[in-house]
């Protein structure tokens, strides 16, 4: 994940203070990002050996253009970044309009298949 210092324009201190009691880092925070008339709501992290962007809008779920921008937005260009779908007993839902951006940091990468199996070049 990119330094998140560099968001600091969109960053939302009164919401970092409320949620954690103290103003965000390069390695945590609160971010609104406009994007195409939209506010995308956004909270960054980089810990406990994962990077996670969390990316929600007040009344529906995010795009996939605005999960793009999002994504081209925190993510460094060489990294892969991913979002899962876990078995429904492992479901944690905080917001019914908010998708997530997960990147592990201690692994070989994440395991992508083959290009062909979504179409040609």
Sequence with gaps: MKRLREFDQYR???WEIRS???????NGGCFVIPFNGSNLQCVAA?????DHVS???????????EMSHVFALFAKP???WMQLHVPAREHINYHPFCLHLWRPHNSRGIPLPPSHFVGPK
Excluded at 46 to 50: D, L, M, P, T, V
Excluded at 55 to 65: G, I, L, M
Aim: aromatic share 10%; charged share 30%.
């Design 78 to 80: 060489s990294e892969t």
């Design 55 to 65: 990316v929600s809008v007040a009344d529906r779920c995010p795009s996939w253009e």
């Design 12 to 14: 939302r201190t009164d």
């Design 20 to 26: 954690f009691g103290r103003v965000g880092d390069d």
């Design 46 to 50: 980089a810990g406990g050996n994962w």
